[in-house]
């Protein structure tokens, strides 16, 4: 073999630089369609082109990047359909922020002079988190990129809001929606952040109509509303209210008189029981008022400030207008008492402002309808969620959908394709309208968008070409697998399949892998105002991706939220640099390689077969977790087989025949075990740790232009050796005991030791006997006696009992026992100061008056552990005063 190497010290920097432009230049990420192959296929959760790559991108992108390429080494047509989201209303504020620093505004611009800024600004800065999933590794045809607003994801769009408005799923309607006074558009509820909040609960008095002195107590708050209230409702069972159902009370401050109504929905147990109804500014008061006919008045402009028909408090600042009606209230004798409280406040997700609910005209989807089929096929098992957990909320939300707003009042995004002729007809069409097809007027079309979310609903098709019918749609549609954060079951995941059921007449994946949060060491979520985020950018710059990848999936449980420790990024970095190390060491010495040449099994060493059976099991087992989504497990796995079995005692146990170049067949054989076991093991892990894996792939003997596209590791029960496993963990177990031993009383390392073992299985102590070599170099044993049980036990010997072995240390004229009792004295003196200090600090009333509790129970600890110490020495001075 012509010798290869790697660089003495491993730098991440360098290897995925070189590594990624190698894999993108040699195309080795895209793929056609390939009919007689079984495809595999992902599309990517679409990031907003505004964004930047955080931690739950990072942990997504890893998860989906692992099981893509592991499909791909499988030999499946792979497809992982990348794109990015227009991001309405993200967008258009971080373009809106550009132009003010111009001194404009969109309006000073006009609709298509902005929407021309916004493709500008999208195309300077809209690839940043492409390039960013590139450095993480993610293998995605670029080839395919998509954008929610490129042509064919347009025509898809269009094409389905057509289509549900002709069979009466898409209708326009005055209703509650989320809205916000910054951005002056209706929210989807994924826009809204919900915030605890410390607040006022205003108890405020409604006077009964004729009847004096008797009044309804209702709790808000929201006071600002109660200019809106049209009713107020109470549990029909509520035996308190029950004489007044029917009877009208008397709006404070404005004197409108208000219908006192019996529904269901209130709560008789909470606050006061009656509830003001106010069914233009709350969706409960909405839905409450349609049952009862009661009128709707908008009491708060869009822009948040009071209405004119507010009297004295139009134009206020809804904030502004609170605090002045409390004080009017409290003046006319209204208020009964103001509590503090704490209240989930929903504020825009974009730029943070209180979300304020508000009746609008909007345009709507009809659920129910959808709802059933995306029921239909979670309930039957044609999606699989995993966990298995997932499958109820997602199956109790949609049974209790409401119709989904879908109008957005912003200008970036997919127009409305809805036409208004000032003769009232209105024009809902596939292609554009320039005149009224009932009048032949001049028409308008509709200033609003669609939300963001109507168009990702279409993505596992829209992305492959429909509404034509290609061929990425026959072969890679239904997609194998969604791979996304529990956050968004209902915002995305329901909603694709209820669009998949009603466009494609078949489910868009087969499974859900749903994965947690990223939260931080303390177990908080990670945000701008805990200032507890971690850039996964910083992370990659100075650890490396592959050591980012192999922390996010390390103890990684499907649907669990995981918490980012810096210790578990030193450990991946570690990680990284032991196979390094270990590839070095294995790649030095295999001058006068042929990786063709494969020895006879019979020339395995027990250390070889070992190895083989542990590495052919390894492959077993991290195929079967990577075939459930185990994704952590698999990873756990091979970190074990790599760190502890690989390269701290294989290769440690082949050095020997590796350095002895007299014996060629025996230092041939270790060269084979060894190539083979690391490339296999480089396959296994490559899917974790790419860049690393193809750096020291590419130096090793192998076929093949990438590791990328190389073949998945066969599994091979016939290499799986039961006796060479439990033999090799008895001479294991028994080199660890010595060297505990050793350790024990201080025998410097180079330092040779007799070892005696009393070994009860003829079959085991022949196995000793062969294998005497592995306790001489890997323990510094030497001699080695080995007796069967019944050999009288020696004296003055440290014992351990070891996998039916007895392990014995003799003591004599290995130590200075002088030394080593000086030593231990010195130590014991140390501990005895220690006990004295601690425990007249405990002895203190003052102390422990004063101190908090978990304080006092840590001196208490550490004084259990010194005297643990203390005995242990105390006992092993005793032991050193026989051998003296």
């Excluded at 209210?241 to 404005?254: D, E, F, N, T, W």
Aim: proline share 5%.
């Amino acid at each position: 073999m012509e010798e290869k190497t790697i660089p003495t010290v491993y730098d991440p920097a360098t290897v995925e630089s070189k590594w990624y432009k190698y894999w993108e230049d040699e195309g080795l990420f895209h793929v056609e369609v390939e009919p007689d192959k079984e495809p595999f296929s992902i599309v990517i959760p679409p990031p907003n082109v505004t964004g930047q790559l955080h931690m739950g991108h990072a942990l997504d992108n890893t998860l989906q990047d692992i099981l893509i390429r592991f499909k791909r080494m499988q030999g499946y047509n792979t497809l992982w359909m990348p794109g990015t989201d227009h991001a309405g209303i993200a967008t258009q504020i971080k373009v809106e922020e550009m132009l003010a620093k111009e001194g404009l505004t969109r309006y000073d611009l006009g609709r298509e002079k902005f929407i021309d800024r916004v493709w500008e600004w999208k195309r300077q800065y809209g690839s940043r988190i492409i390039k960013q999933l590139k450095s993480l590794g993610a293998s995605c045809d670029w080839v395919r990129e998509r954008f929610t607003m490129d042509e064919g994801c347009s025509r898809a769009v269009r094409e389905v809001f057509v289509s549900l408005y002709e069979k009466g799923l898409i209708y326009q309607g005055n209703r509650i929606t989320n809205w916000c006074p910054r951005c002056k558009t209706a929210l989807s509820d994924i826009e809204v952040e919900h915030e605890e909040k410390s607040g006022h609960l205003y108890h405020v008095r409604y006077p009964v109509e004729g009847m004096d002195g008797e009044y309804v107590t209702v709790a808000t708050t929201r006071p600002e509303t109660i200019l809106g209230d049209t009713a107020v409702a109470v549990h029909p069972d509520d035996a308190r209210y029950r004489h007044l159902v029917g009877k009208q009370l008397i709006l404070p401050l404005v004197g409108r008189r208000l219908p006192i109504v019996a529904d269901e929905y209130v709560d008789p147990s909470f606050g006061t029981g009656a509830v003001k109804v106010t069914p233009a500014h709350d969706p409960n008061d909405f839905e409450i008022g349609l049952r009862h006919q009661l009128p709707e008045i908008i009491v708060i402009n869009p822009d948040g400030t009071m209405a004119e028909n507010t009297g004295k408090y139009a134009g206020m600042d809804r904030y502004e207008c609170r605090q002045v009606l409390v004080r009017d209230l409290k003046e006319q004798g209204y208020l009964v008492r103001i509590d503090e409280h704490v209240h989930s406040v929903g504020h825009c997700q974009r730029c943070s402002t209180v979300v304020e609910p508000l009746i609008s005209k909007q345009w709507f989807v009809r659920m129910k309808p959808l709802a059933e089929p995306a029921i239909e096929a979670v309930a039957s098992g044609k999606i699989k969620f995993v966990p298995e957990r997932f499958t109820k909320i997602y199956i109790n939300w949609l049974e209790n959908i409401r119709d989904w707003c879908i109008s957005r009042q912003i200008w970036w995004g997919h127009r409305i394709p809805a036409w208004y002729c000032e003769c009232g007809e209105t024009i809902v069409s596939r292609e554009d309208v320039s005149c009224c097809p009932k009048c032949g007027g001049k028409v308008e079309q509709d200033p609003d968008v669609l939300d963001t979310w109507f168009s990702s609903a279409l993505w596992p098709f829209s992305t492959m070409g429909w509404p034509e019918k290609t061929a990425e749609l026959a072969h890679f549609y239904p997609t194998s697998v969604l791979v996304t954060g529990y956050d968004i079951i209902f915002f995305w995941v329901a909603r694709m399949v209820f669009m998949a059921m009603e466009f494609q007449r078949e489910i868009p994946f087969r499974y859900v892998f749903i994965h947690g949060l990223v939260r931080d060491a303390q177990g908080r979520k990670m945000s701008k105002s805990l200032g507890n985020g971690i850039d996964p950018l910083e992370v990659i710059e100075k650890y490396g991706a592959d050591t980012l990848r192999f922390t996010l999936v390390t103890g990684n449980t499907p649907g669990n939220d995981m918490r980012f420790y810096w210790e578990r990024v030193e450990s991946s970095r570690n990680f990284a640099n032991k196979i390094w190390n270990a590839s070095r060491f294995v790649l030095m010495n295999l001058d006068g390689f042929d990786a063709a040449a494969q020895p006879d099994p019979a020339r395995f060493a027990l250390a070889d077969r070992w190895i083989l059976s542990r590495y052919a099991q390894t492959v077993a087992d991290v195929t079967a977790n990577l075939e459930k989504f185990e994704l952590g497990e698999a990873a756990r796995l091979l970190y074990e087989f790599i760190w502890n079995e690989y390269c701290d005692w294989y290769i440690e146990l082949t050095k020997g025949r590796l350095y002895r170049k007299e014996n060629a067949q025996d230092r041939e054989t270790a060269q084979y075990v060894l190539w083979y076991v690391l490339r296999g093991t480089l396959e296994l892990l490559h899917p974790f740790m790419p860049f690393i894996t193809e750096a020291i792939w590419q130096a090793l003997p192998h076929d093949g232009k990438s590791i990328v596209v190389a073949p998945w590791p066969k599994e091979q029960p016939e290499l799986i050796d039961v006796e060479a496993e439990r033999h090799m963990t008895a001479i294991m177990d028994t080199i660890k005991a010595v060297r505990n031993m050793r350790a024990e009383v201080n025998v410097p390392p180079g330092k040779k030791s007799e070892v005696i073992l009393h070994v009860g299985a003829d079959e085991l102590a022949e196995v000793f006997r062969k294998n005497i070599a592995y306790l001489q170099a890997l323990a510094a044993a030497e001699p080695v006696a080995i007796c069967g049980t019944d050999a009288a036990k020696p004296e003055n010997a440290m014992a351990a009992v070891v996998s039916g072995v007895e392990v014995y240390l003799p003591l004599k004229g290995l130590i200075d026992v002088e030394k080593e009792t000086a030593r231990l004295s010195k130590e014991l003196a140390g501990i005895e100061k220690e006990i004295a200090r601690i425990a007249g600090k405990l002895a203190n009333p003052g102390f422990l008056a004063k101190a908090p509790a978990d304080v006092v129970e840590k001196e208490r600890a550490r004084e259990r552990e010194y005297q643990e110490k203390r005995a242990a020495i105390l006992e092993r001075l005793a032991y050193l005063a026989k051998l003296a």
